[in-house]
């Protein structure tokens, strides 16, 4: 797999800005990226350049962009996720920085964790944020035709087991490479397979992903799931 660019900003509620940079993000994996040496002098971390040189930690807007596919983007916390945060490829990003549903205040060792793919890969990811201010990513990659169930990037588990009794409130999707593929959105489904929210993916290589309403009452049977045709 290559190494590629990727960059964006994080946008504080004052208005300041965390430049980030990364010219050797490799595909197929989760990097970190760091501040943007070019205009702050130093790589940091997004949380500690936060919190040691701005006069204001809490996160409000963000938007990540790649040369390629960029499949997700977060803020990791202590092995948790803080945040997701909106996303584009190709170097595209229309509409970004995007706004965040819930701002979040950022803490030294903060880490804004990128994952990005080749053109032709077809993972799928879905980023969700809860009405308790809680956030997620969940991913798939589909090997062929059929339905196909996204799971927590850090624990393999489904929604269901993993946002239990949480109140999905937005989401967006980016599709990887399967804008010839997709027969159905995105469904978040109940124990009995109906749907009872929808996100409809984004093409990465055209679209910004960015938070849309998307409220689903999340129950231990529910599951986030799509269909190809291929």
Known sequence: M??????????????????????????????EIYTDSNFVGSQQNAGTYATQTL??????????????DMTYCFIRSAGTI?????VSGLNGGKGLPAALPYPKTLVSGDQCIAAANATSDREVSLS????????????????????????????GLGIGETLQN???????????????????PIYI?????VPIASVTP???????GSFEPCRAAIQLNSRAVFRTDA
């Open 2 to 31: 290559a190494d590629v660019d990727a960059f964006g900003q994080i946008v504080m509620a004052n208005g300041a800005v965390i430049p980030l940079y990364r010219e050797d993000l490799a595909e197929a994996a989760e990097e």
């Open 55 to 68: 006069g204001n930690a809490r996160m409000t807007a963000a938007g990540i962009s790649a040369e390629n």
């Open 82 to 86: 803080k945040a997701a945060l909106p």
């Open 128 to 155: 969700v944020a809860c009405s308790n201010g809680e956030y997620h990513v969940f991913s798939v990659t589909p090997a062929g035709a059929g339905q196909h169930e996204l799971v927590s990037i850090l624990t």
């Open 166 to 184: 949480r109140t999905c409130t937005h989401a967006f999707s980016m599709g990887g490479n399967n804008s010839a593929n997709f027969s159905s």
């Open 189 to 193: 489904v109940n124990g009995s397979g």
């Open 202 to 208: 984004n093409d990465p290589a055209v679209d910004t």
